[in-house]
Nanobody, 121 residues
Framework: QVQLVESGGGLVQPGGSLRLSCAAS????????LAWYRQAPGKQRELVAA???????NYADSVKGRFTISRDNAKNTVVLQMNSLKPEDTAVYYCNADITEVGSYRRYTYWGQGTQVTVSS
């Protein structure tokens, strides 16, 4: 079983910054990808940023140049630094982990509980 514990989020004015953190815990696993998704009201959940275990990052076009994803493999944590926030960034942000179970090599996807980010003046 894998648990993802998120922290950060909240209310910020346009142009401001927020930092989201996610810590993954579990035994007998290898984490392939740690990522952040978001879902705004009435919209589908979308990928914001991802960090693979080979060190590659991927960003949604809408956040390139403003958001930065980082990962600490030793601590199994992923951080999303969000700068120059816009009202359209308002959404519930979810941490996501793609993992491989050691031994069986089965792959699973886990989600955090979500954290609200509101950008408003």
């Amino acid at each position: 079983q894998v648990q993802l514990v998120e922290s950060g989020g909240g209310l910020v004015q346009p142009g401001g910054s927020l930092r989201l953190s996610c810590a993954a815990s579990g035994s007998g696993i290898s984490i392939n990808v740690l990522a952040w998704y978001r879902q705004a009201p009435g919209k589908q959940r979308e990928l914001v940023a991802a960090f693979t275990n080979s060190g590659r990052t991927n960003y949604a076009d809408s956040v390139k140049g403003r958001f930065t994803i980082s990962r600490d493999n030793a601590k199994n944590t992923v951080v999303l630094q969000m700068n120059s926030l816009k009202p359209e960034d308002t959404a519930v942000y979810y941490c996501n982990a793609d993992i491989t179970e050691v031994g069986s090599y089965r792959r699973y996807t886990y989600w955090g509980q979500g954290t609200q980010v509101t950008v408003s003046s």
